[in-house]
């Protein structure tokens, strides 16, 4: 991953811990995926084993965008699905395609952006109706109140993501309007007990100040009261600790699992750092350029990556106790998806590349163990398995 | 707000006397006074010999014999005590009677001007943006440099052409004949804003055409802004949604150069005043010099560069209001 190296993580631990055997690995298998209890996660309550109820099932889907260099398909044929009170860790280098999926599910593609007519993007809303998320038009009412309604999303830059025209009250009670039936002054109640929730001091004072008023910290705490102010039921969180630094990234991740926990929330949490995703995710997937080339439980995919690709993302992760060791980085370049490699898109930066097969055909996706599916020739009895 | 308010306020008073100052001493400068152009004007061709003591006693009789500075304070003490701008001599009577109506003409013509050049470039300076590559856009961009590139004298001349043409009217001028030298009514008020939108239009045009490619430019910058994304992903409805944040802030430079536009519209009133025949003050200014009527030509001055500053004054405040991070460099 030569354009984005991830910085020494505070996770490392946590990721060893996942990568260990666990001594007892028998998986519970009434709940699709299996839950695996990590140390790092044992507070949580027990309610997560419940078979969780699927908000979002997203099949086949595939993107499309004309550009002056001709249709390139950043997206292809992508599906997961993400339960109530669960997080799904979308995984990938930047091109990789995990921004531009999340953005199709909030209709917010740019206008030369095409959706394949064979996708199907199923969501259940907070009232329990079924949404075709595919079929929905851009600007219409419907799309709009799935937007912040019931799909809340925050982003990487804080400061970018608020105006910095308007007070942070301000920003905050317009989405409270725009999906609640209440008046300012209830809006401005629901906005202060928001701020105050994320863990913002004085909540009454900072709610009339401008971003530029808070601290890097204190603006993405702010980012999520937005982004939750109108109670969403589906958080899309979009590298949202990346620009921080480790100790306030460790603060975030902990506020974003509490609130989640509290208010039952499904989660999709793009990153590129796999450390981050072992201490947020139940699930992992993992993109290579607009496919997921392995899912599965988080636990399960660290301890036993089956893609090369995966396998060679963990190795680029620095760790405290091997600080001698140099980190292996995957070798070359995401190719410009405009070059799209013919057969497994990875085969161009595969060490184990097999000559006459992953170069022909792009391999489908195989389930070495239940709930853990990967598309690789290596594990594909099809293939030439060496597996 | 209040404070930058304040602030602002007391810069303006200070910039204004400064200001006053420079006005006296440009007064100055041309070599002679109105001492010796009336002598001049008084006795030439008559076969009276004036002498140089002659001259002295009409310099001691209209004030002119005392030192700059004192003559400045009288100035600006009659000016701030009692609205007083001094004796136009050329006119045989006071300032304020030769500029009177005149400067509210020439006001009423910035204004409109102002007025237009704004309401036209913004919204279609927004439109462009967010039909960025339509045909739409590409036709006003190329009107716009049509705008631009067409002196507006010329452009005067074409429309009262056309408009003489078509609608048979005489346009020129600020009112019909009828109300020309009428009191002040309703009926004279609504001849006025009749005849106002063709100098109006006139004077706004090359602004209008580089107004809308500046408000294109910041409004497109905006609209991919990460925040305005944020805003859509929160259920903001499109319309609102661009109105509210991008276009705030595509509306920032038009407003920081409110004063250059004021001024751009001062140089260019006098051409265009006098092919359109238009009451304004330039063309007073002008002969004022010519004649060394130094107190009409200082109060021309004077008021034209407070409707500059008082412009640049408005255009900080409506800035400060804009956008809230302004106040921080105050």
Redesign the interface.
Known sequence: MPDQRPGPSPYGAALRLLMEPAPNTAVTAVAKPPTATAPARATRPDTRRAPAETMLKVENLSISFRTDEGLITPVQGVGFEVQAGRTLGLVGESGSGKSVTTKAL?K?LPGNAAIAPETRMHYTTKAGAEVRIDTLKP?SRAA??????EI??I?Q?PM???????TIGN?MM??IR??KAVGRKDARAIAIEMLDRVGISNPSGRIDQ?P?DLSGGMRQRAMIA??LS?GPRLLIADEPTTALDVTIQAQVLELMRELQRDLGMGMIFITHDLGVIAQIADEIAVMYLGTIVERGPTREVIRDPKHPYTQGLLRAIPSLDHLQDRLTPVPGDIPSPTERPKGCPFHTRCAQALVGTCDRKPPEEVFPSRGHGVRCWLHDGNGRSVA | MLRFTAERLVGMIVTMLLVSLMVFIIMELPPGDYADRYAFRKYSGTGVSVTASDIEAIRVELGLDKPMMLRYLDWIGGIVLRGDFGQAFAFETSVVKVIGDKVWLTLAILLSTLLVTYLVSIPIGILAAVRRGSAADYGLTVISYLGLALPNFLLALILLYFANKWFGADIGGLFSAEYADAPWSLGKAWDLVKHLWLPALVLAWSAVAYQIQTVRATMSDEIN??????????????TRLLL??PA??AINPVVSTIGFDVNRIFSELPIVAVVLGLTELGELLLQAYLDLDMYVAGAILLLLTAVVVFMNFVSDILLAW????IK?GA
């Open positions: 909030m917010l600007g709009r109140q799935l937007r912040g309604g809340g999303m982003f830059e970018a993501s608020f105006s910095p025209v308007y920003q317009e989405a725009l999906h401008y530029h937005l982004a109108a | 802004k990460l925040s305005v994304t944020a805003a859509r992903a929160r259920g903001v409805p499109e509210k944040y705030r802030l804009l956008d809230p991070r921080l």
